[in-house]
C-alpha cells in the first residue's frame, strides 16, 4: 500500500501538507529524519502514518504530559485502540500490565525522564522498535543540565535500544540547532526537511509602551477588539494573575489564568475549558500552550517579552492553526529584557556557589545524588541554591572523585550558557528595535529567503490592530458560563487519572 492510500484509509486526508510527504519518504527510505515544520502543519501525522506501513512499535518521547495526552487522545478518537503513554499516573498494576504487553502496543508514549529509568530501557529491548521519534526536538539543545537533563541523554539511549530509525521534529530551530540536535542524537547521516518558519496567516505587531498600567489598558483594549479566542503570554506569575483580575472587574468574562505554580488538576481543568470554547482567554506563563490542540485560537498577546526569537515563534504559532487571519502583538516597553535576564541569571549557580557546594561535598564524602532529602534542603539553604540549580550540580556530580577536580569545567559550562542564552536575548532586542518589516528579520534570524510578500505583514509594513480587525474571520459567539460545569468536568479528569486513562 503506497503513502497516499494510507493517508486516505486512516487519516481521511486526499493530500499531504508541506514537508510530511518528504518527510514520510525519507523515513520509509531508511534514513534518519530531523524535520522543521510549523506549529500546527500536522508533525505527528509523520510519525503515525509510518506506523502502519512499518508495522511494528513506534515510540514517542514528549516533554510534557498534556502534550502525550492530546496525541494519544487524537489517536484513540480516530480508532486506534493500541496506544500507550507510560507516565507516574499509571498504577503500579496498570504499568506491570503495560510492561508484559509492551510488543502489542502500536505507539508508546513517554518522557525522556522515563528513558532514565532500568527497567524501562530493559523492557524496551525486548521489542521491535520500527521508529524512535524526539517531538519537539528543539529541547535537546534548549535544555541542558540546568533544566531538563535527560533530553541530553537521548542519544546514549538510541544506543541502548540498538540506534533504531529515528525522527526528530521540531517547529522552530536554527541551522546551529539543528546540527546540535543530530549531533546529541548520534545520528550520523541524517535528512532534513526544512519548511518555512514564515507564518503568513499571523500578522506581527510590536506596540512601544510606557508603563504597566499603559500595557494593561491595551490588553483591555485588545481583548475588547479581537473576536475569538486567545493567549496572553506573562514571564510572572504574579502579573498573569493580576492582569486576569483586572480584565475580569472591566466586564472580561471567560478570562482565567494558567502558571506551572498551580495544582496539576486545575492546571488540567482550565486546559480543558480552553479548548472546549468555556474559557475565551488565557493568561499564562510559557508553562501553557504546548499540546494545546485549540486550531482557532485568533490572537497572541505578549505582555512581557520572550527571552529567544525560538521562544516566540513557538508562542505565536498556537494562534491561526485553522490558516484564518490570526495576529500576534508583542508589548515592550524599555528595560523590559530585565526580566528574562534576571530568569535566566537564576538558571545556572555562580562560580561562588559552584566553589562552595564542591567545598562542601569534598568535605564531606558525599555526592548530591545520595543526599537526603534533609541535606538537600540543607545544601540549598546553605548555598541559596534554587530547584534548578541543585539540579545541576545532581546532574555533574554523579561520581566519587573529588568533586573539587570538576570546579572548572562547571564555571565553563556556566560561563558559555549564560553567554549563550544572553546572544539570543539581545538578538531578539535587535529584531524588535529594527526600523525594517518584522517577517523579514524573522526569516534572516532563521537564515531563510522571503518567497512572497505578504499584504498583511506587521506594524513597519503599516498595519495596526483596527487594520487587523478589517480582515479578521467571523468568529461563532458561544454563549457558556464558563464555570457551570466545571465540578462535572473536574469530576471526569479525576476519575480518568484513578482508572489509569488519564495521561
Known sequence: MNIEAVLKEKFGFDEFRPGQKEVIESLMSGRHTLGMLPTGSGKSLCYQLPAYLLNKTVLIVSPLLSLMQDQADQLKMS?????????????????????????????????????????????????????????EAHCISQ?????RPDYLNLGEVRRELNDPLTLAL???????????????LNLGQVNETVASVDRENIGILVERMFSYDEKQSLVLELVRKF???????????KVAEAVTRFLQENGVDSVNYYHGGMEQEQRMLIQ???????????????????????????????????????????EIGRAGRDRKQSVAVLLYSDGDE?????????????????????????????IPANLT????????LSFSLNEIQLRFFTQLIKGTDNPLHQVAEMKEYCHKRKAANQGKLYKFLQWID???????????????????????????????????????PEVKVDHVNSYSTWKKELAFILLKKETGNEK
Not at 505507539?107 to 528513558?115: A, G, K
Not at 473576536?227 to 506569575?237: D, E, L, M, V
Not at 532529602?373 to 540549598?380: G, R
Open 373 to 380: 532529602p534533609s541535606e538537600k534542603e540543607q545544601l540549598s
Open 434 to 472: 529594527a526600523q525594517e518589516c518584522r517577517r523579514l528579520g524573522i526569516l534572516d534570524y532563521f537564515e531563510e529567503k522571503q518567497q512572497i510578500v505578504n499584504p498583511i505583514c506587521c506594524d513597519y509594513c503599516g498595519m495596526d490592530a483596527d487594520r487587523m480587525v478589517d480582515v479578521w
Open 143 to 147: 535544555w541542558g543540565y540546568d533544566f
Open 272 to 314: 480543558q475549558q480552553f479548548i472546549s470554547g468555556q474559557l475565551k482567554i488565557i493568561c499564562a506563563t510559557s508553562a501553557f500552550g504546548m499540546g494545546v490542540n485549540k486550531s482557532d485560537v485568533r490572537y497572541v498577546i505578549h505582555f512581557h517579552m520572550p527571552s529567544t526569537m525560538e521562544a516566540y515563534l513557538q
Open 79 to 135: 480508532g486506534e485502540k493500541s496506544v500507550l503513554t507510560l507516565n507516574s499516573f499509571l498504577t503500579l498494576n496498570q504499568k506491570r500490565s503495560a510492561f508484559e504487553r509492551l510488543h502489542s502496543y502500536r505507539f508508546i508514549f513517554l518522557s525522556p525522564e522515563m528513558l532514565s529509568l532500568e527497567g524501562v530501557i530493559k523492557s524496551l529491548k525486548s521489542i521491535d522498535i520500527g521508529l524512535f521519534v524526539i517531538d
Open 227 to 237: 473576536t475569538g479566542s486567545g493567549i496572553i503570554y506573562f514571564s510572572s506569575k
Open 338 to 366: 530585565g526580566l528574562p535576564m534576571h530568569l535566566m541569571e537564576q538558571q545556572l549557580p555562580t562560580d561562588m556557589q559552584i566553589e562552595g557546594v564542591c567545598s562542601f561535598l569534598n568535605d564531606s564524602q558525599k
Open 170 to 184: 521540531t517547529a522552530t530551530a536554527t541551522i546551529e540547532v539543528r546540527r546540535d540536535i543530530v549531533g546529541k
